[in-house]
Structure formats: C-alpha cells, structure tokens
C-alpha cells in the first residue's frame, strides 16, 4: 500500500533527523565552556588525540548517513535490512558514541561522575549489541529504537556535571555618588589658536618640536600652559 510506505518513509526520515540532533547535543555537550580545560591547551600528547579522534568522528557521521539512506531504499524493496546495512549504521553510531567520550576524556573535566559514565557506557553496549536482534525488525523500527538511544544518552549528558558553565558575577554599585577621594583629569577643550607654539631654543636648543629623539624639557610658559588645560 502506497500509504504504508509513504508512512514507513515519514518515520526512517524523522527519526532520522532526531539521531542526528542528539548527536550534535553529544558532541558539543562533550567540549568545555573554558579554555583552560581544553584539550589543545593542556598537553600537546591530549591535543592530538583531539584532533585525530575527528578523523574517525567524520567517517563515522559518514556511515550514520548512508545507512539512513539504505534504510529508506531498503524500505521500499522490501521489509527488511541487510546484515550490511544494518552493520554500517550501527557500528558506525557506536564509533560515533565512543570518539565523543574519547575528546570527552581529553579534556581536563574537573568533576567526572561515576555513575554519569557507567551510564554511558552502559547505554553504547546496549547499542553496540542490537543489531544481534534487529535483523528481523523494519527499516523504520531500527531507526526508531536508535533515535531512542542517542535520546537517552543526551538525556544522561544534560544530568551530568563535567561541564561546568561559568556564571558571570555581576558587581552592583549601591552608592550612586563617585568616592571622595577620587581624582578625575578633566582636559579642557582648547582651541586650536590658543595652543602657543615654540620655537626650537625654548624647547631646550637641541631637538624640534615634532622631533621624537631626545628629552625636551618644560619651559614655564609651557608649563603655565598644561596646567591652565587640565584640572586635576
């Protein structure tokens, strides 16, 4: 029936789109909110692993991929997966799963709970396992359960307390009036014909008034200037 599969269609597309989501939600809950506990700041040994983990990161967004389109072309062919298919998405989720916690683990995280990561790993075997027993079920059934997944494990991430966001401390100013004791420079606004000009004997015989070479010392009607100009 045309209207079975358009809905079988519907549901590998959606929940599709829901493993991809909770991907994202994994990846950049992994990554810390200061960069003095980043990888690439810490040890140059914790910087390449960062770094190569996203080689096998990309392969492995590559195979979620295109075993979400096998999924759909499987679906309309018939109602099952083939044992290939069915390996390349979800062993390539699990590799997914597993380089997430590795750039989690090369970040200096000051709180890592024990329980959080049991979790986790508890919830990748699980996945790393179903396709054991999701040979028999519907293209859009092993996507479901997936989404499933991945869901539950940004759930576990969102509980958890490795990534610490720093809240801004704000400093409020109840005296409305600047302390006494305060000494504000105040330059006056000069026009441009009241600033005396100098010649080069008063300035100290040596050196020009635009000349960036030397001392130049203060003569008093100079002197007498700069202080008419600012009050302290």
């Known amino acids: 029936d045309a209207s079975i599969e358009n809905a079988e269609d519907f549901k590998i597309v959606y929940f599709g789109f829901l493993i991809v989501f909770s991907l994202k939600m994994l990846y950049y ?9 980043h990888a690439l700041r810490i040890h140059s040994t914790r910087g390449r692993i ?3 983990t996203h080689l096998f990161l990309g392969a492995s967004l590559m195979g979620i991929g295109t ?14 997966v083939s044992d290939n298919d069915l390996y390349l998405f979800a062993y390539s989720l699990v590799l ?29 075997i699980v996945i790393a396992l179903f396709p054991q027993v999701a040979i028999r079920l519907k293209p ?14 940004a759930l576990i991430d969102s509980l958890a ?3 610490q966001i720093r809240v801004k401390e704000y400093v409020h100013n109840h005296d409305r009036a600047p302390p006494k004791d305060l000494k504000i420079s105040v330059l006056k606004s000069v ?25 130049r010392p203060l003569t008093r009607q100079y002197a007498a200037f700069l202080k008419d100009t600012v009050d302290l």
């Open 191 to 215: 026009p441009k014909e009241a600033v005396p000009r100098f010649s080069t004997a008063e300035l100290g015989g040596r050196h020009s008034i635009s000349s960036n070479v030397g001392p």
């Open 50 to 52: 960062y770094i190569f």
């Open 29 to 37: 809950g992994a990554q810390p909110h200061s960069h003095e506990e």
């Open 96 to 124: 997914f799963l597993v380089c997430v916690n590795v750039l989690r683990l090369a970040h200096a995280f000051h709180k890592r709970s024990k329980i959080i990561w049991t979790l986790r790993i508890s919830v990748i």
């Open 67 to 80: 075993g979400i389109k096998l999924f759909k072309k499987s679906d309309k062919s018939k109602k099952t």
């Open 161 to 163: 307390s490795d990534v």
């Open 140 to 153: 859009s059934e092993i996507v479901e359960t997936s989404a499933v997944f991945c869901l539950v494990l």
